[in-house]
């Protein structure tokens, strides 16, 4: 580990860029290596028995609308929460009980949520 | 003439091809291993014939691959399709860059040279935030298809993630506490000095995090999105050639970070009571660690069926989630208060306990009579109490 942060951060970059090139990579051997002409009667979608022409993107009901909602409600927990996690022990017991209370109305959303039914399958 | 070689960039870019192409070369003995270990499970034999006890199938299998006809159905919308899967892969490699794969070279002395490809200061919130982007390689992947299969597959992906990610995260957070950083080194660092692997302290934590990850990476019971008998292949339905086989690299690269992060977080990553302070055998420790995990993902595989999808959802949300609140609290205090590791270790026991009974009571509870009105008259019939029958409205059909 380098004491400097900017470079530890460049060196996990480093990875993600050398990941693209691979993806890249992966593309381009698929198209030099693989059949060049292919049938056009392959192309449509297998299902309803070969029919084709129906609409995929249809507006159907989504069952957990909800649960997204409640979920960036979490994320956003979490992300406080980890920091948090780290520091609350130097900053001593005020810190601690700050986050209890953070903790008491997450927990009272929880079952509010629960109780009007939001992670139960909607029929 | 060699200088060169010190500059943290050079030996990142080394670093980090090294790192990629041993995942790969773990990705395609994975599939190896998986098939042969399920095999034995099951009492077949498996993959045999290619080399000995079936060594080079990886070989012909990526050979095969790469000559296949990558199928791209005309109603997909062409660039997305084509984007998605990469997305996965990229996703997938660039969250191991943080994971620590061995001790540096010297103990306790860190060069540009060590086992690590980037020791980021936020470690894990780096894993967490990238892996969570790899609901887009999935969602977009099946919405671009053009299939509904696909579609479906694809939102159910990203329900189970949402779901899931919470708790995952929430597990994690206890161990945080203890180890008072979010640096991966430093957290292996935290429990060589504390002398405990924080699965003694955090059993309820670790647990959490296994169910959890194992959902993240849509494995088996988990593995509703590619469920086959109700969505064909769900997102992959579609992806064929190479195109595919990157999907699977992802799936499986994700299933090695999981491993590589439960051996991190609460086996003491590289560490093995001392032993690591010898130059390299700090590597061996770690691959053996992750490869227990990868083993127990293939074994769950072979052992439990598929899990019901609300009760999926529920799972997720009625149970892990509060267990993971109820967790970081009790952490959280033995922390606060300065008590010995062993008071949060035995809590998460009893609760895990408590728990298990708890489920088991609902297993084995009674069944409930209902009357289902058919055509020509009713038929009453016992099931069990938990299951909730749907309603249909009537439709007037022309």
């Given at each position: 580990m380098t004491d400097n942060v900017p470079v530890e951060y460049a060196l996990a970059a480093v990875m993600l860029m050398v990941a693209i090139g691979l993806g890249l990579l992966t593309l381009a051997l698929g198209r030099v290596f693989g059949p060049a002409r292919r049938p056009q009667q392959k192309n449509p979608p297998p299902e309803h028995g070969g029919r084709t022409g129906h609409k995929t993107w249809v507006q159907f009901r989504l069952r957990y609308a909800v649960l997204a909602l409640l979920f960036v409600s979490f994320d956003m927990e979490m992300v406080f929460m980890f920091p948090w996690a780290v520091v609350f022990k130097r900053d001593g017991l005020i810190a601690f009980f700050d986050m209890f209370v953070f903790v008491a109305i997450l927990a009272a959303a929880i079952f509010f949520a629960w109780k009007e039914g939001a992670f139960d399958w909607e029929y | 003439m060699l200088e060169f070689l010190n500059t943290p960039i050079v030996a990142g870019v080394i670093k980090s091809a090294i790192v990629i192409f041993a995942l790969l070369t773990a990705f395609a003995y994975m599939t190896l291993i998986e098939r042969r270990v399920v095999a034995k499970l099951q009492g077949r034999l498996g993959p045999?014939?290619?080399?000995?006890?079936?060594?080079?199938q990886p070989v012909a299998d990526a050979i095969k691959m790469i000559f296949k006809e990558q199928i791209v159905p005309t109603q997909a919308k062409k660039a997305i399709y084509m984007v998605a899967p990469i997305i996965s892969l990229v996703v997938a490699l660039s969250a191991f860059a943080v994971v620590p794969i061995g001790n540096s070279w010297v103990d306790g002395k860190t060069s540009v040279w060590d086992p690590v490809i980037g020791d980021v200061n936020i470690g894990i919130l780096w894993i967490l935030s990238i892996s969570s982007l790899a609901v887009y390689g999935i969602v977009l992947g099946g919405w671009a298809s053009g299939n509904r299969y696909s579609l479906l597959g694809s939102l159910r992906s990203a329900a189970q993630m949402v779901s899931y990610e919470t708790g995952l995260g929430l597990a994690l957070s206890g161990t945080l506490m203890f180890a008072g950083t979010l640096s991966m080194v430093g957290i292996v660092n935290a429990q060589r000095h504390m002398g405990i692997w924080f699965v003694a302290a955090q059993p309820l934590g670790f647990f959490l995090y296994l169910i959890a990850g194992i959902a993240e990476v849509n494995r088996a019971p988990f593995d509703l999105p590619e469920a086959e008998q109700e969505l064909t292949a769900g997102y992959l339905t579609e992806y064929s050639g190479l195109r595919w086989s990157v999907y699977q690299m992802a799936e499986y690269i994700n299933m090695i970070t999981v491993s590589s992060i439960a051996a991190t977080f609460f086996?003491?990553?590289?560490?093995?009571f001392g032993l690591e302070r010898i130059p390299g055998l700090s590597i061996v420790i770690f691959l053996v660690k992750v490869a227990v995990f990868l083993f127990l993902f293939i074994w769950l595989r072979a052992t439990l069926p598929r899990i019901r999808y609300d009760r999926l959802m529920r799972f997720g949300w009625q149970l892990l989630l509060p267990l993971a609140v109820v967790n970081a609290v009790i952490s959280a205090t033995v922390v606060a208060l300065n008590w010995p590791w062993w008071i949060s270790g035995l809590a998460g026991l009893a609760i895990i306990v408590a728990v298990l009974f708890y489920e088991r009571r609902k297993i084995n509870e009674g069944q409930k009579e209902v009357t289902v009105k058919e055509v020509g008259g009713s038929k009453t019939m016992a099931i069990p109490t938990s299951v909730r029958l749907a309603k249909f409205e009537k439709v007037n059909v022309e």
């Open positions: - | 045999n014939r290619a080399g000995p006890a079936g060594m080079f086996f003491g990553g590289w560490s093995f």
